[in-house]
């Protein structure tokens, strides 16, 4: 596969509702969506790295920044033969993952086309229906978080995240507890505690919990091994496993018993079938996250969650949860059983609506091959 021309935009959408975790409140997205022409087919990806740097050491701006300066530049022109062989092209760049999965994935879009098969497929997935949970900020009161939790329950989702920091936890995830006894509820603090927050930690062991996500330090698994022993509930790691080397070394010191894959936090999909694949043989469970996506990250979310592993409800949700109007035709809906379909026509297997997308539009660079002519 040549690849022959990158286009980067940013584009703005507002969420439905401001989404509030323990690092802070996004409500207007700047997203960067790559369009790559490959062999002469279109393929898309997103960059899902967030306006600021508080989930990671990311933000929107900086991916411009990388793919602009140094991605693009390194990959229009050359050729590979499939788009698992993209990391070679910019394992010199370090760090940057979401800036780098946003191109690879727009590349596995285009080779899922060019051979005329779902995404889903292209990566070895099997499941033809995902399970779906939601994730839900964190309220001003036990009894709206409460409210929220009952809608999300009756639309049929399978599984409730509630974000969590300190003075909003045990309070919170109590209330919910006490109405909703059966129901599969998680946490996820976004690193918001200490290792010396441990005690405090353990009063959530007595809500039955599938799991706590990321409690402590963001770029510190060895914290997370340690807690992991004075816990009941299973941890799971998030923040921390910015590659399968990561996810390796989580599971040989047994600081997370469940991984959460996201595709921009370990750079695409090639990487986050490595990852899948170290969990598989270690029976560790996985699923896939969720970093408030338009459709287009959504639709590779959904064909990741296709792999075998993906045994837990993952945080892809309807697109109406977020927003008015996606950038995808037909928008990605759930069934009442809080399924999604997975879909069979080739790539993607959503339409992007491009209209929309100039619309939505902010800034755009691109970056052609040049054409080179034969000698005679
Ligand atoms: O930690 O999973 C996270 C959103 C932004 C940044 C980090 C996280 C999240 C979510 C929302 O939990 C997932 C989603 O609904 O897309
Ligand atoms: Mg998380």
Known sequence: ????????????????????????????????????????????????????????????????????????????????????????????????????????????????????????????GSLSEIVCGVSLGIRDTPASLVARVEEELDHGYNRIKLKIKPGKDVEFVGAVRRNFPNAVLSVDANSAYRLEDAMHLRRLDEFGLLMIEQPLYWDEIHAHAKLQKLLETALCLDECIGNSRHAATAIDLDACRIINIKLGRVGGHTEARRVHDICSTHGIPVWCGGMLESGIGRAHNIAMSTLPGFTLPGDVSASRRYWREDIIEPAVEVTARGTIQVPESPGLGYSVRSKLIDQLTVRTNSWKASVTVPAS
Do not use: C
């Open 1 to 124: 596969m040549k690849i022959e021309a990158i286009t980067l935009r940013e584009i703005h959408m507002r969420l439905k509702a401001p989404f509030e975790t323990s690092f802070g409140v996004t409500q207007d997205r700047r997203i960067l969506l790559v369009e790559v022409i490959a062999d002469g087919v279109r393929g898309w990806g997103e960059v899902t790295a967030m306006e600021t740097p508080s989930y990671n050491s990311e933000t929107t701006d900086t991916a411009w920044h990388i793919i602009s300066d140094f991605v693009a530049p390194a990959v229009v022109g050359r050729s590979i033969a499939r788009a698992s062989d993209f990391p070679v092209l910019t394992g010199h760049i370090r760090g940057h993952e979401m800036a780098k999965a946003g191109v690879e994935n727009a590349i596995w879009d285009a080779e899922a086309q060019q051979k005329g098969v779902p995404l889903s497929r292209l990566l070895g």
